[in-house]
């Protein structure tokens, strides 16, 4: 099994000789999709979500019916390898995959209330969760937490409750763009105080695996 953090909310899994990338957004490297047997997108966001990125690929593409809509009137050529998802549905992608929740975090009462799901994936024994913009929580026990750091719709106190609530061993700090490094000095000083002794929290390089 091998977790690889790219850019911001991007994330590539591999485990028995299957390759996913979950969110290529805009802060995604060019060749983030190389060799991916599919991708995965949580919502339309364009850091979880880039038409060029999409373009020049090849793997099947999984994701819920607003982005689908969006990728056939800008990737057309896309169209094809789409798949719409569901909240609830479990995926054979050569490994499990499960779907998970469908709203977006509130970003402010006033904005449009968005689409999300998450995923849970089942990398032989190891439960990995992504959950895109939403702190909906997976129905199923979680070994790596994908856990968002810093966005419009979250307080360092939302990231704490949402890891506690999940409460995975590992939980790997992601969407880290919109943070200066002080103030992910600052969140990760908060996590490793408030999370239990058993819940390590740690945020590592864009390129870099997890250990």
């Not at 994908?146 to 506690?164: E, G, I, T």
């Not at 000095?185 to 997890?210: C, F, H, N, P, S």
Request: proline share 5%.
């Amino acid at each position: 099994m091998r977790i690889t953090k790219f850019g911001h909310a991007c994330v590539r899994l591999e485990h028995a000789g299957v390759t996913l990338v979950v969110d290529p957004g805009i802060f995604a490297d060019a060749d983030v999709l190389e060799g991916a047997d599919a991708v995965l997108i949580t919502h339309e966001h364009a850091d979880h979500y880039q038409p060029e990125l999409l373009r020049a690929g090849t793997a099947a593409i999984h994701t819920i019916d607003a982005v689908a809509a969006k990728i056939r009137a800008e990737v057309p050529e896309a169209a094809e390898r789409l798949h719409v998802v569901e909240p609830g549905q479990v995926l054979d992608l050569g490994v499990r995959v499960e779907v998970v929740g469908e709203k977006h975090a509130v970003i402010h009462p006033d904005l449009p209330h968005f689409d999300n799901s998450g995923y849970l994936f089942d990398l032989g024994g190891t439960a990995v969760f992504h959950p895109g913009d939403a702190l909906t929580l997976p129905q199923a026990a979680v070994d790596v937490l994908l856990v968002p750091s810093s966005a419009p719709w979250l307080r360092s106190a939302d990231a704490v409750d949402f890891a506690r609530a999940v409460g995975a061993p590992t939980n790997l700090a992601i969407h880290d763009r919109i943070y200066t490094e002080f103030a992910h000095g600052v969140l990760e000083t908060q996590m490793k105080a408030l999370l239990g002794t058993d819940q390590r929290y740690l945020r590592i390089a864009d390129g870099a695996d997890l250990d």
